[in-house]
């Protein structure tokens, strides 16, 4: 549960920061070909991409406490881990042979 909970974090940050840089670079390429000039398009164009890297390490990091914070202290384990408890049966069949298997619900 917890790696699914970490995984789903971390996966959706990476789409955002993704999409934030693919769109930035993007823009970057429209404003030089076609020349647009405004303070929107200035700043896109002057978006330093070293600086950006800080601030995405930076949210990965923070993205990671929370979610480790939010794990730990709002005790997801305890709510949900009890929904698919994992057991063991054991089964003798006919002739005296007997196997066991572990699966959850």
Same mark, same amino acid.
């Given at each position: 549960m917890?790696?699914? =909970?970490?995984?789903v974090v971390i996966t959706g940050l990476?789409?955002?920061v993704a999409l934030a840089i693919g769109t930035i670079e993007l823009l970057q390429v429209f404003i030089r070909a076609l020349g647009v000039e405004g303070p929107f398009f200035e700043r896109i164009a002057a978006?330093? =991409?070293g600086l950006?890297?800080?601030?995405?390490?930076?949210?990965?990091?923070?993205?990671?406490?929370?979610s480790a914070a939010i794990w730990k202290f709002g005790r997801i384990?305890?709510?949900?881990?009890?929904l698919h408890?994992? /057991?063991?049966?054991?089964?003798? /069949?006919?002739g005296g042979v007997s196997h066991s298997?572990? /699966?959850?619900h």
């Open positions: 917890r790696k699914i =909970f970490y995984n990476s789409v955002a978006v330093d =991409f950006l890297g800080y601030v995405i390490v930076s949210v990965l990091l923070a993205a990671w406490g929370l384990e305890e709510r949900y881990g009890h408890p994992v /057991h063991t049966h054991v089964h003798t /069949h006919d298997h572990t /699966h959850s």
